[in-house]
Protein backbone atom coordinates (compact mmCIF):
# COMPACT_ATOMS: atom_id res chain seq x y z
CA UNK A 1 0.00 0.00 0.00
CA UNK A 2 1.30 3.12 -0.94
CA UNK A 3 0.89 7.12 -1.12
CA UNK A 4 1.53 8.82 -4.49
CA UNK A 5 1.13 12.85 -3.86
CA UNK A 6 -0.84 13.10 -7.30
CA UNK A 7 -4.14 12.35 -7.81
CA UNK A 8 -4.62 9.19 -9.34
CA UNK A 9 -6.81 8.11 -12.25
CA UNK A 10 -7.00 4.87 -14.75
CA UNK A 11 -3.95 3.96 -16.59
CA UNK A 12 -0.35 3.75 -16.50
CA UNK A 13 1.41 5.69 -13.38
CA UNK A 14 5.40 6.14 -13.13
CA UNK A 15 6.85 5.38 -9.36
CA UNK A 16 10.80 6.55 -8.93
CA UNK A 17 12.56 7.38 -5.72
CA UNK A 18 12.09 5.68 -2.43
CA UNK A 19 8.61 4.26 -3.72
CA UNK A 20 10.15 2.11 -6.25
CA UNK A 21 12.77 0.97 -3.95
CA UNK A 22 9.55 -0.21 -1.38
CA UNK A 23 7.83 -1.69 -4.20
CA UNK A 24 10.43 -3.29 -6.29
CA UNK A 25 13.66 -4.03 -3.35
CA UNK A 26 11.05 -4.50 -0.21
CA UNK A 27 8.37 -5.55 -1.43
CA UNK A 28 10.24 -7.76 -4.52
CA UNK A 29 6.90 -6.98 -6.58
CA UNK A 30 6.97 -8.18 -9.98
CA UNK A 31 4.66 -7.50 -13.07
CA UNK A 32 1.24 -8.80 -12.88
CA UNK A 33 1.54 -7.99 -8.73
CA UNK A 34 -1.56 -6.01 -7.30
CA UNK A 35 -0.54 -2.67 -5.70
CA UNK A 36 -2.86 -0.16 -3.66
CA UNK A 37 -2.25 2.98 -3.74
CA UNK A 38 -3.92 6.34 -2.31
CA UNK A 39 -3.76 9.56 -3.08
CA UNK A 40 -5.24 12.00 -0.49
CA UNK A 41 -7.72 13.63 -3.03
CA UNK A 42 -10.11 10.85 -4.57
CA UNK A 43 -9.54 7.69 -2.46
CA UNK A 44 -7.63 4.03 -2.84
CA UNK A 45 -7.04 2.45 -5.88
CA UNK A 46 -5.76 -0.79 -7.32
CA UNK A 47 -2.66 -1.05 -9.30
CA UNK A 48 -0.94 -3.96 -11.03
CA UNK A 49 2.51 -3.82 -11.50
CA UNK A 50 3.73 -3.82 -15.45
CA UNK A 51 7.21 -3.72 -14.81
CA UNK A 52 9.32 -3.44 -11.73
CA UNK A 53 13.12 -1.65 -11.70
CA UNK A 54 14.91 -0.96 -8.85
CA UNK A 55 14.76 3.11 -9.76
CA UNK A 56 11.57 2.49 -11.70
CA UNK A 57 8.34 1.05 -11.36
CA UNK A 58 5.20 1.49 -13.67
CA UNK A 59 1.79 0.41 -12.69
CA UNK A 60 -1.23 -0.05 -14.46
CA UNK A 61 -3.83 2.01 -11.91
CA UNK A 62 -7.26 0.24 -12.76
CA UNK A 63 -10.29 0.77 -10.30
CA UNK A 64 -11.03 3.00 -7.55
CA UNK A 65 -11.44 0.91 -4.29
CA UNK A 66 -13.06 3.66 -1.85
CA UNK A 67 -13.26 7.25 -1.77
CA UNK A 68 -11.40 9.52 0.41
CA UNK A 69 -12.23 8.62 4.00
CA UNK A 70 -14.10 11.66 5.98
CA UNK A 71 -11.73 13.09 8.10
CA UNK A 72 -13.10 13.37 11.60
CA UNK A 73 -12.95 17.55 12.14
CA UNK A 74 -10.22 16.81 15.11
CA UNK A 75 -6.22 18.36 15.73
CA UNK A 76 -3.53 17.46 17.94
CA UNK A 77 -1.78 20.57 19.16
CA UNK A 78 1.43 19.87 21.35
CA UNK A 79 4.67 21.11 21.95
CA UNK A 80 6.82 18.87 19.86
CA UNK A 81 8.97 15.88 22.10
CA UNK A 82 12.71 14.71 22.57
CA UNK A 83 13.87 12.04 20.36
CA UNK A 84 11.63 9.96 18.97
CA UNK A 85 8.70 10.41 21.51
CA UNK A 86 7.30 13.04 19.11
CA UNK A 87 7.84 10.93 15.79
CA UNK A 88 5.46 8.01 17.86
CA UNK A 89 3.09 10.66 18.64
CA UNK A 90 2.69 12.07 15.06
CA UNK A 91 2.10 8.83 14.38
CA UNK A 92 -0.24 7.85 17.05
CA UNK A 93 -2.50 10.72 16.08
CA UNK A 94 -2.58 9.38 12.06
CA UNK A 95 -4.14 6.03 13.12
CA UNK A 96 -6.22 7.52 15.70
CA UNK A 97 -7.31 9.67 13.01
CA UNK A 98 -6.60 12.98 13.37
CA UNK A 99 -7.10 15.44 10.71
CA UNK A 100 -4.38 17.93 11.28
CA UNK A 101 -0.94 17.70 13.77
CA UNK A 102 0.12 21.31 15.15
CA UNK A 103 3.39 21.72 16.65
CA UNK A 104 3.28 24.05 19.75
CA UNK A 105 6.48 25.88 21.14
CA UNK A 106 5.90 26.69 24.93
CA UNK A 107 7.90 27.97 27.55
CA UNK A 108 9.21 24.34 28.77
CA UNK A 109 9.60 23.67 25.21
CA UNK A 110 13.21 21.24 24.70
CA UNK A 111 12.33 21.18 21.20
CA UNK A 112 11.22 24.67 19.74
CA UNK A 113 12.72 23.61 15.76
CA UNK A 114 10.72 20.22 15.48
CA UNK A 115 11.51 18.90 11.74
CA UNK A 116 8.17 19.22 10.10
CA UNK A 117 9.22 17.33 7.44
CA UNK A 118 10.64 14.21 9.15
CA UNK A 119 6.23 14.54 10.86
CA UNK A 120 5.13 14.81 7.55
CA UNK A 121 7.14 11.25 6.39
CA UNK A 122 6.16 9.78 9.85
CA UNK A 123 2.22 10.59 8.94
CA UNK A 124 2.35 9.25 5.29
CA UNK A 125 4.11 5.54 6.47
CA UNK A 126 1.50 5.50 9.57
CA UNK A 127 -1.39 6.06 7.05
CA UNK A 128 0.35 3.82 4.47
CA UNK A 129 0.28 1.14 7.13
CA UNK A 130 -3.37 1.52 9.12
CA UNK A 131 -5.15 1.70 6.04
CA UNK A 132 -6.43 5.77 5.82
CA UNK A 133 -7.18 7.15 2.72
CA UNK A 134 -6.35 10.95 3.99
CA UNK A 135 -3.41 12.24 5.15
CA UNK A 136 -3.11 14.24 8.11
CA UNK A 137 -1.81 18.02 7.68
CA UNK A 138 1.27 18.51 9.29
CA UNK A 139 1.11 22.46 10.22
CA UNK A 140 4.18 25.04 10.75
CA UNK A 141 5.54 25.24 14.38
CA UNK A 142 3.14 28.32 16.46
CA UNK A 143 4.18 30.08 19.79
CA UNK A 144 1.52 29.03 22.22
CA UNK A 145 0.59 32.70 22.77
CA UNK A 146 -0.29 33.51 18.56
CA UNK A 147 -2.18 29.91 18.83
CA UNK A 148 -4.44 31.18 21.55
CA UNK A 149 -4.48 34.74 20.28
CA UNK A 150 -5.49 33.25 16.54
CA UNK A 151 -7.80 30.62 17.90
CA UNK A 152 -10.94 30.26 15.66
CA UNK A 153 -13.82 30.76 16.76
CA UNK A 154 -16.21 27.64 17.53
CA UNK A 155 -13.63 25.21 17.37
CA UNK A 156 -13.14 23.79 20.94
CA UNK A 157 -9.83 23.26 23.24
CA UNK A 158 -9.53 20.41 25.13
CA UNK A 159 -6.74 21.67 27.63
CA UNK A 160 -5.11 18.52 29.06
CA UNK A 161 -4.59 20.04 32.60
CA UNK A 162 -2.83 17.43 34.71
CA UNK A 163 -3.47 19.81 37.57
CA UNK A 164 -7.40 19.06 37.02
CA UNK A 165 -10.03 19.18 34.79
CA UNK A 166 -13.45 17.64 33.83
CA UNK A 167 -13.35 13.78 33.10
CA UNK A 168 -12.03 13.76 29.37
CA UNK A 169 -15.05 11.15 28.75
CA UNK A 170 -17.87 13.32 30.07
CA UNK A 171 -16.69 16.43 28.81
CA UNK A 172 -15.49 16.23 25.14
CA UNK A 173 -18.70 16.81 22.42
CA UNK A 174 -18.92 15.81 19.07
CA UNK A 175 -17.85 18.87 16.80
CA UNK A 176 -14.78 20.50 15.82
CA UNK A 177 -11.97 20.60 18.44
CA UNK A 178 -8.59 20.11 19.19
CA UNK A 179 -6.85 18.43 21.51
CA UNK A 180 -3.77 20.68 23.88
CA UNK A 181 -0.66 18.76 24.95
CA UNK A 182 2.05 20.46 26.54
CA UNK A 183 5.75 19.41 26.80
CA UNK A 184 7.83 17.03 29.07
CA UNK A 185 8.16 19.95 31.64
CA UNK A 186 4.36 21.01 31.60
CA UNK A 187 3.01 24.23 31.41
CA UNK A 188 3.64 27.21 33.61
CA UNK A 189 0.79 28.64 35.83
CA UNK A 190 0.87 31.85 33.35
CA UNK A 191 0.29 29.63 30.35
CA UNK A 192 -1.95 27.71 32.02
CA UNK A 193 -4.20 30.86 32.96
CA UNK A 194 -3.77 32.15 29.19
CA UNK A 195 -4.70 28.70 27.67
CA UNK A 196 -7.87 28.64 30.51
CA UNK A 197 -8.92 32.10 29.38
CA UNK A 198 -9.03 31.53 25.57
CA UNK A 199 -12.75 31.23 24.28
CA UNK A 200 -13.35 27.52 23.53
CA UNK A 201 -11.13 26.40 26.32
CA UNK A 202 -12.20 23.02 28.32
CA UNK A 203 -10.00 21.65 30.89
CA UNK A 204 -9.84 18.21 30.92
CA UNK A 205 -8.38 15.44 33.27
CA UNK A 206 -7.18 12.27 31.67
CA UNK A 207 -7.16 10.43 35.52
CA UNK A 208 -5.01 11.08 38.71
CA UNK A 209 -1.09 9.56 36.99
CA UNK A 210 0.70 11.95 35.49
CA UNK A 211 1.12 10.54 31.86
CA UNK A 212 4.11 11.00 29.38
CA UNK A 213 2.84 14.02 27.09
CA UNK A 214 3.11 11.26 24.11
CA UNK A 215 0.48 8.62 26.17
CA UNK A 216 -1.57 11.80 26.98
CA UNK A 217 -1.86 12.41 23.45
CA UNK A 218 -3.10 9.02 22.32
CA UNK A 219 -5.18 8.75 25.15
CA UNK A 220 -6.89 12.29 24.70
CA UNK A 221 -7.29 11.52 21.20
CA UNK A 222 -8.74 8.43 21.50
CA UNK A 223 -11.31 9.48 24.02
CA UNK A 224 -12.46 12.58 21.34
CA UNK A 225 -12.73 9.68 18.95
CA UNK A 226 -15.08 7.47 20.98
CA UNK A 227 -16.88 10.30 22.52
CA UNK A 228 -17.69 11.38 18.92
CA UNK A 229 -18.46 7.96 17.79
CA UNK A 230 -15.31 8.28 14.91
N1 LIG B 1 7.45 14.33 32.51
C1 LIG B 1 6.56 13.52 31.73
C2 LIG B 1 7.03 13.48 30.26
O1 LIG B 1 8.26 13.45 30.06
O2 LIG B 1 6.29 13.38 29.30
C3 LIG B 1 5.14 14.00 31.94
C4 LIG B 1 4.81 15.29 31.29
S1 LIG B 1 3.14 15.86 31.44
C5 LIG B 1 3.41 17.22 32.48
C6 LIG B 1 2.96 16.51 29.81
C7 LIG B 1 1.57 16.86 29.38
O3 LIG B 1 0.75 15.70 29.35
C8 LIG B 1 0.84 17.85 30.24
O4 LIG B 1 1.19 19.20 29.94
C9 LIG B 1 -0.62 17.55 29.91
O5 LIG B 1 -1.02 18.22 28.72
C10 LIG B 1 -0.59 16.05 29.66
N2 LIG B 1 -0.99 15.22 30.81
C11 LIG B 1 -0.23 14.32 31.48
N3 LIG B 1 -0.95 13.68 32.42
C12 LIG B 1 -2.21 14.18 32.36
C13 LIG B 1 -3.42 13.92 33.07
N4 LIG B 1 -3.49 13.03 34.03
N5 LIG B 1 -4.54 14.63 32.72
C14 LIG B 1 -4.49 15.55 31.72
N6 LIG B 1 -3.37 15.83 31.02
C15 LIG B 1 -2.25 15.16 31.31
Given at each position: ???????????????????????????????????????????????????????????????????????????????????????????????????????????????????????????????????????????????????????????????????????AR??M???????????????????????????????????????????????A?AVW?A????
Amino acid sequence: RLYVPEPLAPGARRIDGAGAHYLASVMRLKAGDPVKLFDDATGEWLAVVESAGRRDVTLDVRELLAPRERVPDLWLVAAPLKKGRVDWMAEKACELGVARFVPVVTRRTVVDRPNVDRLRAHMIEAAEQCGRTALPEVAEPVKLAALLRDWPDGRALYFADEQGGAPARAAMKPGAAAILIGPEGGFDDEERAAIRATPGAVPISLGPRILRADTAAAAAVAVWMAAAGD
